[in-house]
């Protein structure tokens, strides 16, 4: 058994309380661990040593901050194959996508912000003959960090690593369903020699730990990544305390194949962008719409490569479609297939549950689920499922396409599939979504803006957005 504890002022210590909860391998659906069900008491023991901690790191060259988050990325590399086996248990996506994606992308989110910080310029104005104004940026203190399920160490790190660079202490609290990484990335800073008191892990449930996080006076700013209900209500609590916030919510989104576009890259991609990590990314295209030409063409060839992917134990290295992450999620995406048959949809694969031999009998495994024939309006295409389940949806014109993508309340990124350049650039501006690919998806330059319009969030995750956002501008003005 797993047995996790907080990392609290540079140790590993239990809940104060003395109240676990248990952990589960969504692959087994057995229970494997247990962690912490920690409350305001940890929180506050937590904010506490981060507060004590703060002085001394702020006051510690941005360089020197720099390297030892490259330190941190280096111990993540070496222990890749640890914790891709521990992601993949604590997940339950195949291991062979947390080996290339998960675990090499938290090593480089400390790797660019340890380096990046060095690179964080301010400004200057200078007023002829009265005045230079020269602005300064101050990190806030201590900060709240709270992460989701589905990319765990992934969006972790992205979340820990600018506020650590800026010269922030941290009270992290990874989701309670996925803690593992978390847990073992203290191990890591205990290694790499980061400072007491600069990064507390607390575990624990929303309501529990989340919560007390967001309500601590002391925290200054929260960045929250998860579900839109959940991000509304923190910014309840938060907007009257006047913290700053970033809030990286849900997603709905579209991807546009036009009649030109390359179709076995549209193909090849789409079905990645559908399935990945079993759906449960925010970035999965969940809505396709294919002009009317090519639309037979596209589901055929569509359908034939969801016919490849392979569900069952994600700890083979043949497995493509992984276990959802626990019960509960695999029977709301199950309620989304009714709902989808009632709306008068055509179910064109998947849809089942699967139940592999052997140790992953009782795990929460999915067929990648098909349908068309469904209302570019109806629940199913505006509502976020967050599971591997699509619609397949022929448009006629550009106007038409570009109505139906937009037409839900969340916008956090979008796909077209076009070799007509103009084409791409006006779909592109047209379109209400805070990320926009074109032939290609999930390619990502960490110095570049992350976040989404309407319901999927506010503010900007990634590069000098981040750095901004975890410090506070003063302008400092000198008369002449």
Not at 397 to 422: K, Q
Not at 439 to 464: A, C, H, I, Q, Y
């Amino acid at each position: 058994m797993l047995q996790i504890q907080n990392f609290i002022n540079g140790r590993f210590v239990p809940p104060a309380a003395g109240r676990y909860l248990n952990n589960i391998d969504p692959a087994t659906g057995q229970v494997y661990g247990r962690i912490p069900d920690s409350d305001a008491a940890d929180v506050a023991l937590a904010v506490q040593a981060a507060q004590a901690a703060f002085p001394a790191w702020r006051a510690r060259p941005a360089e020197q901050r720099g390297r030892l988050l490259v330190r941190i990325a280096e111990l993540i590399e070496q222990n890749l194959e640890r914790l891709a086996q521990a992601e993949s248990q604590d997940n339950g996506k195949p291991v062979a996508l947390a080996r290339v994606v998960d675990i090499p992308r938290a090593a480089s989110n400390f790797a660019f912000f340890g380096t990046g910080i060095s690179h964080f310029a301010s400004e200057t104005h200078f007023q002829e003959g009265l005045a230079l104004n020269y602005t300064v940026r101050h990190p806030l203190g201590v900060v709240g960090c709270i992460s989701p399920w589905n990319l765990p160490l992934y969006l972790f790190t992205w979340k820990i690593a600018p506020a650590l660079a800026a010269g922030n202490c941290v009270v992290a609290k990874p989701s309670e369903i996925t803690p593992a990484t978390a847990f073992l990335l203290g191990e890591l800073c205990q290694e790499a020699g980061l400072p007491a008191g600069v990064l507390n892990i607390v575990h624990g449930t929303g309501p529990g730990a989340g919560q007390a996080i967001v309500e601590h006076p002391l925290v200054k700013a929260i960045s929250f990544t998860g579900g839109t209900k959940t991000g509304e209500h923190i910014a309840r609590t938060a907007a009257p305390m006047f913290k700053k916030l970033s809030l990286e919510l849900g997603g709905k989104n579209p991807n546009v194949i036009f009649a030109d576009c390359d179709l076995a890259a549209a193909v090849s991609t789409s079905v990645q962008s559908s399935f990945s990590n079993q759906g449960q990314i925010c970035l999965c295209g969940s809505r396709i719409f294919i002009e009317r030409p090519i639309y037979e063409q596209f589901k055929a060839a569509f359908l034939a490569r969801v016919a490849t992917l392979t569900v069952g134990d994600p700890q083979l290295d043949t497995t493509r479609q992984g276990a959802l992450v626990s019960e509960a999620h695999l029977l709301k995406v199950q309620s989304y297939i009714d709902l989808a048959q009632q709306e008068g949809g055509t179910l064109l694969a998947g849809g089942q549950r699967v139940r592999p031999e052997g140790r992953c009998a009782w795990g929460f495994f999915l067929q990648p689920t098909v349908f068309e024939g469904l209302a570019p309006d109806c629940r199913t295409n505006r509502e976020e499922i967050f599971g591997p389940v699509v619609t397949l949806t022929p448009f006629d014109t550009e106007a038409e396409a570009l109505e139906w993508a937009n037409g839900t309340d969340y916008g956090l990124s979008a796909t077209i599939w076009t070799r007509d350049l103009d084409r791409a650039h006006r779909v592109a501006h047209q379109l209400h979504a805070g990320v926009v690919w074109i032939n290609t998806w999930l390619l990502r330059d960490l110095r570049t803006p992350f976040g989404g319009m309407k319901n999927s969030g506010v503010g900007r995750e990634g590069g000098l957005e981040a750095l901004r956002f975890f410090t506070e501008a003063q302008n400092v003005c000198v008369k002449l």
